[in-house]
């Protein structure tokens, strides 16, 4: 393996190990009951698969709320066949990586960001 592929190797293996520890402090955080990251203080909505025929359910996440309690409710309502905790992990992962990507987003005439310009088109999250 060349030195510059090897660089590359290991910078994306430093920036990945760098995001799921991110991760991993933000849903401790979460789950004990600590200051919501930053990154929950917008609202956020998702369309979310519930079953195999292609039904979905709008996940709705309120401002400022701790989204894990959120999903949790959510995933027991619509997904009682899933693993509610595995759910709702992977739910606040979307969640958190989709408003990353809005807030990421260049912004829009008027200051409103380019999805919420859009209508805020939900993301599908596959958790069947």
Same mark, same amino acid.
């Given at each position: 393996?060349?030195?510059?592929? *090897? ?11 760098? *995001? ?10 979460? %789950?004990?009951?600590?200051? $919501? #990251?930053? $990154? ?38 619509? %997904? #009682?066949?899933?693993?509610? +905790?595995?759910?709702?992990? *992977? %739910?606040?992962?979307? =969640?958190?990586?989709? =408003?990353?990507? +809005? ?22 999250? *596959?958790? =069947?």
């Amino acid at each position: 393996v060349g030195d510059t592929d *090897q660089a590359t190797c290991i910078s994306s293996l430093s920036k990945a190990i760098t *995001q799921e520890m991110r991760q991993v402090e933000m849903k401790k955080a979460l %789950l004990e009951g600590g200051p $919501v #990251p930053e $990154v929950f203080e917008k609202a956020g909505d998702l369309e979310v698969a519930v079953d195999k025929s292609g039904g979905t359910a709008q996940f709705h996440h309120e401002a400022g709320a701790n989204p894990y309690p959120e999903a949790l409710a959510f995933c027991k309502t619509h %997904l #009682p066949s899933v693993d509610a +905790d595995a759910c709702a992990n *992977q %739910l606040v992962d979307v =969640l958190a990586s989709r =408003l990353e990507s +809005d807030a990421a987003s260049p912004t829009a005439p008027g200051g409103a960001s380019t999805s919420d310009a859009a209508g805020s088109l939900p993301v599908m999250a *596959q958790l =069947l």
